[in-house]
């Protein structure tokens, strides 16, 4: 049993280092005689089951770079999330890569072959009668791991980014989330403050790519589902997509509830509930206050109690970032 527990750890802890300090100087001077992936679509499932928490990074790093793969090798993805059970999958080749947590069961599986490992303690596996598909694989991670853009990518998906607990320690960071990048562009074609944007998408999904609520709200921004169909969305795990849908959405509702806001603040609260509640939700209180008698332009709405529709929240949410 000690025997056994050792070697897991070794295998776990002690292997990946050394395939990375080892093979990856190798790999780098490997030059392939066949082009591989000869379809130009590859197939990736993410899987998300109970082992993939021994994955220390989020789901988006691995989505991220799978995405790098497939564009640099001149070729589309479509990537989605799954289970082990996709591993049948890989036998058929109705998928050509599963992401899962680098083991020793990998390493001594004829069946299917494992990539070296990645930062996060995962690994590609590929079906074991594509060695060209393998050595492709090796050769470019064992590349992209020695760049800046890597060294990057790790900084960003590896920080915890609970804000109330960065609000606590006084800090100043370099990372709002792993999508700053996007999230000021984004932000600034609505005119939003980028920390505006950022508290918004830590309230939906955590920086998470991969949330799917009950309701069947899905990705980083929590896009409901006639939403996905209204912006006809066919990667929502994808976060540019995801928060360029919901951008225009988000304008959409500037725009909807402007005539009844009585300043910036107003509109901003009710954009904020609109997204959360729904637009429905939001005219039904609107049609409500006014017939009450509030008055026109919504000073009556908010006179005395400014921010009702969410000012308390958004202004901690900002405070945090």
Not at 41 to 53: E, F, N, T, Y
Not at 227 to 252: G, Q, W
Request: glycine share 8%; with cysteine; proline share 4%.
């Amino acid at each position: 049993m000690k025997r056994h527990k050792k070697r897991r750890i070794v295998m776990k802890y002690i292997l990946p280092p050394l395939a990375v300090t080892i093979i990856v100087p190798m790999l780098q001077h490997t030059v392939l005689k066949t082009e591989p992936f000869q379809q130009d679509l590859i197939r990736c499932v993410i899987a998300i089951d109970g082992r993939s928490k021994d994955m220390t990074y989020p789901i988006g790093y691995n989505y991220e770079l799978l995405s790098l793969f497939a564009g640099q090798n001149g070729k589309e993805h479509d990537i989605i999330l799954g289970g082990q059970e996709y591993m049948d999958s890989l036998k058929t080749g109705a998928i050509d890569i599963i992401v899962v947590p680098y083991s020793d069961s990998l390493v001594i599986d004829n069946t299917f072959y494992a990539s070296i490992p990645l930062a996060d303690q995962s690994a590609w596996v590929i079906n074991g009668d594509r060695p060209n598909e393998l050595q492709a694989i090796n050769i470019w991670l064992s590349n992209f791991f020695t760049t800046e853009q890597h060294d990057k990518t790790v900084r960003r998906f590896t920080p915890s980014y609970a804000p109330y607990q960065r609000a606590a320690s006084g800090k100043k960071y370099t990372y709002l989330s792993p999508y700053d990048d996007l999230i000021s562009k984004y932000a600034d074609s609505i005119g939003w403050d980028r920390e505006m944007l950022t508290a918004l998408v830590w309230q939906e999904s955590k920086f998470h790519i991969e949330v799917k609520s009950r309701k069947g709200a899905v990705g980083i921004m929590q896009l409901m589902p006639n939403t996905v169909n209204h912006y006809e969305i066919d990667d929502y795990l994808d976060p540019d997509v995801n928060l360029a849908m919901a951008v225009k959405y988000i304008d959409r509702l500037q725009k909807m509830f402007k005539d009844y806001a009585a300043n910036q603040e107003e509109l901003m609260n009710f954009t904020l509930a609109a997204y959360n509640a729904g637009e429905g939700r939001i005219k039904d209180c609107i049609a409500y206050a006014i017939s009450k008698g509030a008055s026109g332009g919504l000073g009556g709405f908010g006179g005395g109690n400014r921010g009702g529709f969410g000012g308390v929240g958004r202004q901690s949410s900002m405070n945090s970032f």
